[in-house]
């Protein structure tokens, strides 16, 4: 696991300061994260904020604004900067790598996890978007396999936490990008399939 993870970086972060921002990671990350770190007025959209700052409820009509605040300590740290955009979402796709791990080892089996997380970790398309910045389905990706591996192990144990935890990764994920719902409708779906045959009978 930590050779993937260590080729995941090697790849994944290559130039990470190139190409130049584009309009999703300054409109959505970049420009509320430098006014929050800064402690200049926030640009909150549809002027709708949280608190005598204002920090931002949303970025966009149908996505909260977590990336700002995860983005946030990171412009602080490192400035105004690209590579202070594109290292968290980094490192949300190293977390996407563990919990992908995670989640078909307790269901599949170490090798089956190895071999998945592995597979992910080398595709183009992963490696591409999770260097590329304030890709907001990064977080959604990362709550929805969080939410599947909760809700797995609550159905399985029966775990009170586990319950809690479930409804937490879906709200969360719902906040992120309301397209969320497409996730939580397909594994309802899935369950309903799944277990038709007990509820007919």
């Avoid at 200049?40 to 904020?49: D, E, K, Y």
């Amino acid at each position: 696991l930590a050779l993937i993870l260590v080729t995941y970086f090697y790849l994944a972060g290559q130039q990470l300061h190139l190409p130049g921002l584009h309009n999703d990671e300054a409109q959505e990350a970049g420009l509320p994260a430098l006014q929050i770190a800064s402690g200049a007025p926030v640009t909150a959209f549809r002027n709708i904020g949280i608190g005598a700052h204002r920090f931002p409820l949303m970025v966009q009509d149908y996505i909260g604004a977590l990336h700002v605040y995860i983005t946030t300590p990171f412009v602080a740290a490192l400035g105004p900067t690209t590579i202070s955009l594109r290292l968290p979402s980094l490192l949300i796709g190293a977390v996407i790598l563990l919990l992908t791990f995670g989640f078909t080892r307790a269901g599949w089996g170490n090798s089956t996890a190895l071999l998945a997380a592995g597979l992910l970790a080398l595709h183009p398309s992963f490696v591409f978007w999770s260097r590329q910045g304030t890709l907001i389905a990064s977080v959604t990706l990362a709550l929805a396999i969080a939410l599947l591996w909760a809700t797995a192990q609550w159905c399985k144990h029966g775990n009170v936490h586990m319950a809690l935890a479930s409804g937490l990764m879906a709200g969360a994920g719902v906040y992120s990008k309301i397209l969320f719902l497409w996730i939580l409708g397909g594994m309802a779906g899935a369950a309903l399939l799944l277990n038709l045959s007990w509820l007919l009978q």
